[in-house]
């Protein structure tokens, strides 16, 4: 899995995965254009999403309709270094009876980003292009003089 990011302007970057794209911004209070969502909201649409994708799969195989389902996303930004301290999600799904309400909110629970985020990955940064010194700094020094 791969997604490429490039800067799109003051505040933006643009974010394509196979023929997507998403733009992601400041918002107009952080000096940004407002033109995408910030960082932390993709990254909350994303856990968001992930969550709606398995709860929709775990209602279908009961046959049930996935139509009046929605889900809430919120975090909490705080700590040293800043981040997202807690995330949230909210499950709106009317009409379920307490069984099906359980093993619901259990799917949700156990969505591939929701699990990413219990065990985190190694995150690896790397450089991709080579340092460029300039003819000067290559020349070697005069010993001579």
């Known amino acids: 899995m791969e997604v490429r990011v490039r800067r ?3 505040t933006k970057s643009e974010a394509f995965a196979r023929f997507h794209r998403v733009v992601c911004d400041h918002s107009f209070d952080d000096g940004g254009g407002d033109t995408g ?17 398995c709860a929709v799969e775990y209602l279908r195989a009961r046959k049930l309709a996935p139509d009046g389902i929605g889900l809430r996303i919120s975090a909490e930004e705080g ?4 981040r997202l301290v807690e995330i949230g999600i909210e499950v709106d799904a009317p009409g379920l009876n307490a069984k ?7 799917t949700i629970e156990g969505c591939m980003l929701q699990q990413t985020l219990a065990v985190p990955p190694k995150l690896n940064v790397a450089m991709s292009t080579l ?3 300039s003819p000067r700094a290559r020349q070697p020094a005069n010993l001579a003089s």
């Open 37 to 53: 969502m910030t960082s932390p909201e993709l990254m909350l649409s994303a856990i968001g999403c992930c969550a709606m994708d």
């Open 100 to 106: 099906t309400r359980e093993g619901l909110l259990k």
């Open 8 to 10: 799109g302007g003051d």
């Open 131 to 133: 340092v460029t010194e």
């Open 79 to 82: 700590g040293d270094p800043r």
